[in-house]
């Protein structure tokens, strides 16, 4: 996708929506199968909105735009960031997820994060699947619309019985101060 066409209507957009930035830089991720745009902005708390909403908001309207001006038959993998928001949410459910999997380590049994949007289970698969320290465990998404969630388990351990009941999502395993409690998923 050409880095100038979104660079310009994502500028068009926030000018329309009054959202004040000051710089847009357009980065092809290489291995991720996605582009991420960064946003500068002297205000990003207006870009944000209330936890992310306001940003999940634009980037689905840029997408929707996007693909109607190239005439695409589905909306562009896009990822919007303000001043690092979203990396920043990114470590935080990697991390979680390693904390999940020090957890299923030590019982043996598997356990569900709590329930995340579309992107953030990406997150979590790619990460696990993709980091040698965890080649011992596998991920699946199971649940339904906004209650659908990431399950962790040991490749080792059989598939589980009908009916056998998934550890709950420990809200302790979170030592207080890293901020999971802020985590917009």
Same mark, same amino acid.
């Given at each position: 996708?050409?880095?100038?066409?979104?660079? $310009? !209507?994502?500028?068009?957009?926030?000018?329309?929506?009054?959202?004040? *930035?000051?710089? =847009? !830089?357009?980065?092809?991720?290489?291995? #991720?199968? *996605? /582009? +991420? %745009?960064?946003? %500068?902005?002297? !205000?990003?708390? +207006?870009? =944000?909105?209330? @936890?992310? #909403?306001?940003?999940?908001?634009?980037?689905?309207?840029?997408?929707? /735009?996007? +693909?109607?001006? #190239?005439?695409?038959?589905?909306?562009?993998?896009?990822?919007? $960031?303000?001043?690092?928001?979203?990396?920043?949410?990114?470590?935080?459910?990697?991390?979680?997820?390693?904390?999940?999997?020090?957890?299923?380590?030590?019982?043996?049994?598997? %356990?569900?994060?709590?329930?995340?949007?579309?992107?953030?289970?990406?997150?979590?698969?790619? @990460? /696990?699947?993709?980091?040698?320290?965890?080649?011992?465990?596998?991920?699946?998404? =199971?649940? #339904?619309?906004?209650?659908?969630?990431?399950?962790?388990?040991?490749?080792?351990?059989? $598939?589980?019985? %009908?009916?056998?009941?998934?550890?709950?999502?420990?809200?302790?395993?979170?030592?207080?101060?890293?901020? *999971?409690?802020?985590?917009?998923?």
């Amino acid at each position: 996708m050409n880095g100038s066409l979104i660079q $310009d !209507t994502l500028g068009q957009l926030l000018t329309l929506l009054n959202l004040p *930035f000051d710089s =847009i !830089t357009v980065n092809e991720t290489e291995g #991720e199968g *996605f /582009i +991420r %745009v960064d946003i %500068v902005s002297n !205000t990003p708390s +207006r870009l =944000i909105g209330w @936890h992310g #909403e306001t940003l999940n908001s634009v980037q689905h309207l840029l997408k929707s /735009i996007l +693909r109607s001006k #190239e005439n695409l038959e589905k909306s562009p993998f896009l990822v919007l $960031d303000v001043d690092g928001y979203r990396r920043e949410q990114e470590e935080k459910v990697k991390k979680m997820a390693e904390n999940k999997a020090d957890f299923v380590r030590r019982t043996g049994n598997r %356990v569900a994060l709590a329930p995340m949007n579309p992107y953030f289970r990406r997150i979590v698969h790619l @990460h /696990i699947a993709g980091n040698p320290q965890f080649q011992d465990l596998t991920t699946e998404s =199971i649940g #339904e619309g906004d209650y659908r969630q990431v399950v962790l388990r040991s490749k080792s351990k059989k $598939d589980p019985t %009908v009916g056998e009941e998934l550890s709950p999502v420990m809200e302790e395993a979170a030592p207080s101060g890293e901020g *999971f409690e802020n985590l917009d998923v």
